[in-house]
Structure formats: structure tokens, C-alpha cells
């Protein structure tokens, strides 16, 4: 079969994160040994991902080859310029990410079938897993290389955007087109037998429908061509964060999990998107101080935010907050794309402590999500979630 065939690919042994038998937390241990500790732990934990890591992108380029063998084989009398075209776009747009979204399939399908189970997966289920978060990461490419149009980006993920590189253009609109409807060529490939396929075709859909409303509303929220802040608001905020963030970023990838391995519970998976909107919420607060705040050559994009008009967490916490003469500077600049009006901008922000305020959302906010996690009621195990907010708690980039 063709997960056979696959298979070899995701043998890399897993790293183990070793365990101290040294009481750290004795009285009068050194206080060296604690640290020793905790760096050991972190650079274990570093290792096991850097495994993990390369073991997922392996099964990447097996799935690109698919894909493009695919054209060659099915599709009569595609030029071989066609099918390269199609190559680049996907080995472009797909790989180069963060990788989170995808790996989170295989992390939540394990520590759920180990709750059930007591033993480890086998590497047809981690296969099966690491295929279904690739289609989570080729959904994230759909979604980017379209947004970076609309948007007017210039960088994505470190390097031009797609539409930004020669001969691409306005052609990358089409070829948006081409990563998402992969997606569904994959699952067809590798599910079609599976009794939960049907399943996944109506999630994929049902979050690819949520996540375009979000973009809508994003985009006629806060139209670049008419700048009115009195538009703007934290419910809208929050509403746009939901649709467009949340359900794909976070739910997606711990609802494939859970159909793995038979959780269909609408209780169990209520209680899933409860927690996992709330953390969509986190990450995207976090994205819209990053976009203002973040080093371009750690966040790899030069954040539009400001020129663009966007709706974001910065702009709505400082009209909650502003003086007259604040209003009418953020009035006068806010979404034009002139670095000097841009600077005006941040000066308020600056005024306003907003990165102060930030900090203290961060911290405020996490707590609340700790909670929330620890009074589940599901069978779907605390690490679930835990591993996703560990990953994005006080990240730069």
C-alpha cells in the first residue's frame, strides 16, 4: 500500500527526554543544580522536538512526490512546465512554517491513544497522523499565499512572498487554488477506506468555511481604502480572531487527533473547541504585538499591521484608552502606508504602555487558560493541550 511505502520514513527513533533522580527542589540544594537541571531538561526537550521535527518533514516531500506523480499519471497532457510549476509552488509555500499546526495532529492522536491504550502508537498510526498534519500545513500555505496578496505583504516565513517572486504574480491567486484542493488528493489517497473519511472531508471543509468567513471579516472590518476606527471594536476583534485563527490553528489539528482514534463525542469535542478557541485568542494577540513589536529577521515578515488598517489587538486596546489628542494622531495615521505616519502610531502605543500591557495579558491570559485546562471534564488528557500552549506561551516569532 501506499502508507506502506511511506513507512520507512518515519522510523527515526524517538528521543527520549531523560529523567533526573536529583532532588532539585531539597532544602539547601545549590541553587547551580537547580539550573543545571532545568537547562538539561530544556535542551532534552529541544532534541526530542529536532527528532520529531525531522521526522515529520521527511514524510513532507514523500507526499510532494505523490502529489506531482499524480499530474504526470492522471493528467493527460500536462507540459512538464506545468507540473513544475506545480512542484515549486508546493515545495515554496508548504514546508518552511513553524510547523506546529501539523505536528500538533501527531502529538494530540498519541497522548490521546496512550490515555486509551496505555502503550505507544505504531508507526502505521504515527504515519497516518504526521500524513493528516501535513494536510493541515498544505490548508496553512491555501490560506497564506492568498492572504499575502490581500494584504500586500512583502515576506513570508523569511523569504518573498509568492506572489512577490518572478513570473508568479497574480498567478499565485490560482495557485492558492492548487495547495487546497491537494489536500483533498492526499486524504482521498490515504483515508478513502477509512470509516471515518467522510468525517474528515466535512471537518476540512467546515474549517476552511470558517476561516475564509474570518478573512471576510478581517478585510471588511477594516478596508484599506476607508479608514474609520469607530469600526473597530473587541467584540469584532474577537469574532474575526475566531473564525480566522482559532478554528484552524488550534481545533483542527486536536479534532483529526481525536477522530484518529475514535473520539467522536459532541460533548468531548465541545469541550476541545471551548479550550482551543481560547488559546486561537492567546496566539493571536500574540501575532498582532509580534507584528508591531517583533524583530523582522526572527518573525520572518516585516509586519504590515498598521499600513494595512487591520483590526488588531494593539489598535483596539488603544482607543479603549486614548486622550482627544491621541484619537485624532491614531485617526490621522492609522492605515497609511507612510512610514512616518506609521512611527506616529507607535508613538501612541508607546505613550499608552501598550507593551507593558501586553506583558501583563500574557501572563493574565495563560493563567486562565491553566485553569481552563485543568478543569476538563472529557477524557481527552491535560497534554493535549498543554503541549500546544507550552509551544506558543512567551514566543518571539
Not at 471551548?274 to 504585538?289: A, N, P, T, W
Amino acid at each position: 500500500s501506499t502508507n506502506h511505502a511511506l513507512l520507512s520514513v518515519m522510523q527515526t527513533p524517538h528521543a527520549q527526554t531523560s529523567t533526573s533522580n536529583m532532588a532539585a527542589g531539597k532544602v539547601g540544594a545549590p541553587v547551580a543544580n537547580v539550573e543545571a537541571k532545568n537547562d538539561q531538561e530544556r535542551a532534552n526537550k529541544r532534541a526530542k522536538v529536532e527528532v520529531q521535527k525531522s521526522s515529520f518533514l521527511a514524510v513532507f516531500q514523500r507526499l510532494c512526490d505523490e502529489v506531482v506523480d499524480d499530474l504526470k499519471e492522471s493528467y493527460e497532457g500536462l507540459p512538464d512546465e506545468a507540473i513544475e510549476w506545480v512542484r515549486e509552488n508546493i515545495q515554496y509555500n508548504v514546508p518552511h512554517g513553524k510547523l506546529n499546526r501539523g505536528m500538533s495532529v501527531v502529538a494530540s492522536f498519541e497522548s490521546i491513544k496512550r490515555a486509551q491504550t496505555g502503550k505507544e502508537v505504531s508507526e502505521g498510526e504515527r504515519l497516518d497522523a504526521a500524513i493528516l498534519g501535513w494536510c493541515v500545513e498544505w490548508l496553512q500555505a491555501f490560506f497564506l499565499v492568498a492572504d499575502d496578496i490581500m494584504d500586500g505583504s512583502i515576506t513570508r516565513r523569511g523569504q518573498p512572498c509568492w506572489y512577490k517572486k518572478n513570473k508568479v504574480g497574480l498567478v499565485a491567486i490560482n495557485d492558492s487554488f492548487i495547495l487546497e484542493a491537494a489536500i483533498y488528493k492526499i486524504l482521498e489517497r490515504h483515508f478513502a477506506d477509512r470509516a471515518y473519511y467522510l468525517e474528515l472531508l466535512v471537518l476540512f471543509r467546515e474549517v476552511t468555511y470558517k476561516t475564509e468567513l474570518g478573512q471576510m471579516l478581517d478585510l471588511i472590518t477594516a478596508p484599506e481604502d476607508h479608514i474609520d476606527l469607530s469600526k473597530f471594536s473587541m467584540d469584532k476583534y474577537k469574532n474575526i480572531v475566531k473564525y480566522k485563527t482559532a478554528y484552524y490553528s488550534f481545533y483542527l489539528p486536536v479534532a483529526l487527533g481525536m477522530m484518529m482514534a475514535g473520539v467522536g463525542d459532541k460533548a468531548e469535542l465541545k469541550e476541545a473547541e471551548k479550550i482551543l478557541l481560547v488559546m486561537g485568542e492567546f496566539f493571536q494577540v500574540q501575532d498582532d504585538f509580534l507584528d508591531c513589536y517583533g524583530a523582522p529577521e526572527v518573525i520572518g515578515k516585516i509586519g504590515t499591521d498598521i499600513e494595512d488598517n487591520k483590526c488588531g489587538w494593539l489598535i483596539n486596546q488603544a482607543l479603549l484608552r486614548t486622550n482627544a489628542q491621541q484619537r485624532q494622531l491614531l485617526d490621522a495615521n492609522y492605515g497609511q502606508k507612510d512610514p512616518k505616519c506609521v512611527a506616529v502610531v507607535k508613538g501612541v502605543f508607546a505613550e499608552l504602555e501598550l507593551e507593558k500591557l501586553f506583558r501583563e495579558y500574557e501572563d493574565e491570559s495563560f493563567a486562565e487558560l491553566q485553569k481552563l485546562i485543568a478543569a476538563r471534564k472529557g477524557s481527552i488528557p491535560a497534554v493535549v493541550y498543554t503541549d500546544f500552549a507550552d509551544k506558543i506561551y512567551k514566543r518571539n516569532k
